[in-house]
T-cell receptor
Framework: NAGVTQTPKFRILKIGQSMTLQCTQD?????MYWYRQDPGMGLKLIYY???????DKGEVPNGYNVSRSTTEDFPLRLELAAPSQTSVYFC?????????????FGQGTRLTVV | AQTVTQSQPEMSVQEAETVTLSCTYD???????LFWYKQPPSRQMILVIR??????QNATENRFSVNFQKAAKSFSLKISDSQLGDTAMYFC?????????FGKGTRLHILP
């Protein structure tokens, strides 16, 4: 029972490089999310998706892009990495609308931009 | 837009005491969920308790209970008989029609 799987767990990027953070879930959840967590801070919503083919911006979308071609996958793309994107990134999924609604989280990706 | 506010950045209590963490939120939706998540140093996000807005009865999970005041848009977490393993960041979260958003968190220290 894998749940939400994120890769990689750690990554160091140079300024200006690009990368994709992968996220996949096997719970058939319709909602998926990307959050970033800066040191000692809360989770800020970057992008979210309510289903395949549908994505929307959260609080801090600048510098990121997403796609949702399947129910299972929700990759986050960083173009032209900047030091301000140094953070821990969490992917999550949920099925809002049932009594057991909750967000299930991946283990996080620690990204450092130098 | 929905917002979640946690006004206590950090708290410390002695082991076995009771502690209450505060959370307020703002929304115009009628149906929603509220959550408390725990994040220990491992960074893992763990659901502590959830409350459905249409249920008037406050949710409880063992030593954890909430005080849900819908009209006041308040959702506090009470931890009874606190244990050293309760030391963690606690996040209040709001789940609406399309997304889940989090407060900034309260860092809770349980002292031996």
């Amino acid at each position: 029972n894998a749940g939400v799987t994120q890769t990689p767990k750690f990554r160091i990027l140079k300024i200006g490089q690009s990368m994709t953070l992968q996220c996949t879930q096997d719970m058939n959840h319709n909602y998926m999310y990307w959050y970033r967590q800066d040191p000692g801070m809360g989770l800020k919503l970057i992008y979210y998706s309510v289903g395949a083919g549908i994505t929307d911006k959260g609080e801090v979308p600048n510098g990121y892009n997403v796609s949702r071609s399947t129910t299972e996958d929700f990759p986050l793309r960083l173009e032209l990495a900047a030091p301000s994107q140094t953070s821990v990134y969490f992917c999550a999924s949920s099925y809002i609308g049932t009594p057991n609604t909750e967000a299930f989280f991946g283990q996080g990706t620690r990204l450092t931009v130098v | 837009a929905q917002t979640v506010t946690q006004s206590q950045p950090e708290m410390s209590v002695q082991e076995a005491e009771t502690v209450t963490l505060s959370c307020t939120y703002d929304t115009s939706e009628n149906n929603y969920y509220l959550f408390w998540y725990k994040q220990p140093p491992s960074r893992q996000m763990i659901l502590v308790i959830r409350q459905e807005a249409y249920k008037q009865q406050n949710a409880t999970e063992n030593r954890f209970s909430v005080n849900f005041q819908k009209a006041a848009k308040s959702f506090s977490l009470k931890i009874s008989d606190s244990q050293l393993g309760d030391t963690a960041m606690y996040f209040c979260a709001y789940g609406g029609d399309d997304k889940i958003i989090f407060g900034k968190g309260t860092r809770l220290h349980i002292l031996p």
